[in-house]
């Protein structure tokens, strides 16, 4: 069983740009997709960005070319930089692990971390 531990987080100013980690313990990592997902208050999680095991890329539609996804194998670690926040990325921002064949959507993931809030402030 994998643990998920996400950092990163924080109050950024409208344009700024964060850099989110995802660390990983348990489990073997190599073997996990990992998904980047966010959640507001009172909205749906939706994804933002996930990387396969096979090194495989895929965006959200909330990502709109604003967020790029890259993971070290040998750190056990999945970043998500965000670059030109604006205030509607405002939320919790959760990383996921799955071992399915798909990486989109909630239920393709087996492990959630805690979340960590980004607050995007005008």
């Known amino acids: 069983q994998v643990q998920l531990v996400e950092s990163g987080g924080g109050v950024v100013q409208v344009g700024g740009s964060l850099r989110l980690s995802c660390a990983a313990s348990g489990g073997t990592f190599t073997t996990y997709n990992i998904g980047w997902f966010r959640q507001a208050p009172g909205k749906e999680r939706e994804l933002v960005a996930a990387v396969s095991a096979t090194d495989g890329l895929w965006y959200g539609d909330s990502a709109g070319g604003r967020v790029t996804i890259a993971r070290d194998n040998a750190k056990n670690t999945v970043y998500l930089h965000m670059y030109r926040l604006r205030p509607e990325d405002t939320a919790v921002y959760y990383c996921?692990?799955?071992?399915?064949?798909?990486?989109?959507?909630?239920?393709?993931?087996?492990?959630w971390g805690q979340g960590t809030q980004v607050t995007v402030s005008s």
């Open positions: 996921a692990a799955g071992e399915g064949s798909r990486v989109s959507r909630v239920n393709d993931y087996d492990y």
